[in-house]
């Protein structure tokens, strides 16, 4: 998601583009976390990914969470799915296996980003 031309980079855009993203409280404080490790340095650099998570929370709605989920084998891939559920989503995009084997779940689709990609184009005109 970090690289716009990558597979996931390009899922990212079209979500931003075609659909509404949601997100929670929880999972916006994750995904802080996550985009501060160090790893990242040597691809991006650590403004660059701040402003990736702030025009991400900026451009999505944020979700209360009324309904906690306990369905995923890591128990951290719940704060996904909470939002998600609570914000009545479509479709949930990732690449965590540990979410795509619950596709689909509550009705929800769970697809990688290509898969994404896929649904949008064979839809499109």
């Known amino acids: ?55 991400m929370v900026r451009d999505s709605e944020l979700i209360e969470i009324t309904e906690k989920i306990q369905a995923c084998r890591d128990p951290k891939d719940d704060r996904i799915l909470e939002p998600a559920v609570n914000g009545r989503a479509s479709t949930i995009v990732t690449g965590d296996i540990d979410l795509l084997v619950l596709n689909p779940f509550r009705g929800i689709q769970i697809v990688t980003p290509a898969g994404l990609l896929k649904i949008i184009d064979e839809s499109s005109p």
């Open 1 to 55: 998601m970090l690289f716009s031309d990558s597979v996931p980079g390009q899922a990212f855009t079209r979500c931003l583009d075609d659909g509404t993203l949601v997100i929670s409280l929880a999972l916006a404080e994750e995904l802080n976390d996550i985009f501060r490790r160090e790893k990242f340095n040597r691809y991006v650099s650590l403004e660059l990914r701040e402003r990736l998570l702030a025009a």
